[in-house]
């Protein structure tokens, strides 16, 4: 298995503000790689340098596409996603409200319509060329709201769904733009443990038919120990661990960063719990 | 359903009468004491029985606007306004009211009640109409607050005057060129105000506007200044012109005698023609992807650009088609009056046309239609008032807004629907 994403030395400056410390990590095509770490240890950061909404103070970040290397840091926001195929949803759930579902997975395909219609012009003049390719367009989407559980939701407004169904309907709508690397803000942010479990096979779906490289931020223990090829974490901006879930899970700094210098020193309840509970059935 | 419950009617009129009471007190100072110019001076000459009038008035509306507040509910599961049967029917509505609309509009010059008055509003409405769809673009669809539109309007006419003026081209050759230019220059705005969005995009396009109007005010060698451009050629019928002549004219052609109404038909088809063009247009890019790419730019602009969606192309064809309906109107409206001045593009104008949008609803062509009649034409009606006019149009602004408050028709229709197993 190759190397997708290659990053080296990322340092990323908010004025004073160090958010990320020379970090240097890789992640791999069919694997699912997450990044945890406590509340502001630079997760999403690292994100916004990935897709290129941030342009990173130093630092190389490589996509491997075959022969080709796309150097993300020199890259614009679009392009990121348009030419090195990179895919994101965000922790605050970004989708076109005021739209309906199948439309939110067809601006997804923009591109490849765009193109389809020439420009517009086929399209405005209504050639088959270009009502072939949107047939095929919808039918990409309907197939990921089939894996999504939204089919019965095809016509309703992106805002009118519950939040669950926005969460997933956010990837769907980044998998509709055919990534050859999907990065996942807190996917399970805000879902109950059955919506987490459904989550988990959809992501292990995506790994294992699509064959594409996965990239996780999650703070929900149950589904990162899970599902995680390869863990990441991060803490006050700089990688403090690597490995396996099981190297990770009986790292003493992982310990130490989520639970503090001294056990009975304010425990955050909810990892604590989690972390113990993963490591005494795990 | 107006079954009024007894207890709820102490309340309603203690209301009524405090309204009647406020009114009162105002209605004393400002209506009921004027001041006149008498030979000895300023004098009041109180009208007591105006006062009397209007507190009446509105403790009557007062109480009728209560008991239709306080009207026995339905069950409350029933009277939201969002039930599908409801949508239902409106769509049913909707789908009659169109064809017949574009019919109404097809065959009014041959109704008996149009006169050159009525076509002359006709005429204005129509031009309003284009300008809210075209407006409706940049604002409805791709949600850039547009406070300069006029500009585009004012290089489309003054795009054919000075052309037609200069070169001496027809009205048929500048009317895309006019088109083009005003395209060129919705580009030209639209390169500084990339990165701008919601209230910051609006002030740069409100000065954009102005600064459009005062070039065409001071650049007088060029323009005429405040002198305006006048004696434009009026439009010919395929080469056939509109006048009072044996030759080669509109009348004589056909055998008709000679009338000027068959001018002012002729323009009312051209705005026709052109707004249902436009619409025509708007509705076909609302279901390509660059459509679709505007709508997910007013919801969301950064999910945008995580799709790989580039922004600057879509804004700026945004505003550029946008401008291009504009400089077409604008063309139009410089071959109908004959004669332009930089008077004709004030930010009022431009004002006047983003309340159409607003106030139909963003987004909502058959809302344009709606308010521009309401506001054009209720305009007109109001003419009787004098100097009254423009408070009522304000107070049908407002009126509108209190009561529809995303405007006459806020529904969107998805551009495509697929069917789903089970539910519709």
Redesign the interface.
Known sequence: MSNLLTVNHLTMRFGGLTAIDDVSFSARNKEITAIIGPNGAGKTTVFNCL?G?YKPNVGELLLHDGSLTHRLERLE??????KARV??T?QNI???????V??NL???Q??K??LA?G??IK??IGLHSYINQETQA?GLA?YWLDKTNL?????DNASDLPYGDQRRLEIA??MC?DPRMLCLDEPAAGMNPKESAELNSLLQFIRDEHKIGVLLIEHDMSVVMEISDHIIVLDYGRKIAEGSPEQVRNDPAVIKAYLGEDEDEELPPKVAADLQGETSHG | MSVLKSENLPPIIKDSFITGLITLILAIPIVGLPTINATEGLQIEPRWSVVIWMVLAVFLGRLVLNFWWHREQPSSSSTSPLNTPFLQSLQQLLKFIIPIGVLFALILPTMPFASRYVMDVAILVITYIMLGWGLNIVVGLAGLLDLGYVAFYAIGAYSYALLANYFDWSFWICLPLAGVFAAISGILLGFPVLRLRGDYLAIVTLGFGEIIRVILLNWYEFTGGPDGISGIPRPSFFGLEFKRSSEGTFSSFFGLDYSSMHRIIFLYYLILALALLTNFVTLRLRKLPVGRAWEALREDEIACRSLGINPTNTKLTAFAIGATFGGLAGSFFATRQGFISPESFTFIESAVILAIVVLGGMGSQIGVVLASVVLIGGTELFRELEEYRMLAFGALMVGIMVWKPRGLLAHREPTIRIETEGSS
Do not use: C, Y
């Open positions: 897709t909404f926001d679009f392009v990121v996603a348009q895919a994101r965000f970004r989708l076109f409200p005021a739209m309906s199948l439309e067809l601006v997804a923009h591109n319509l765009m219609s420009w517009t399209g405005l919808i309907k089919m019965n939701r095809a016509n709508r980044a733009t």
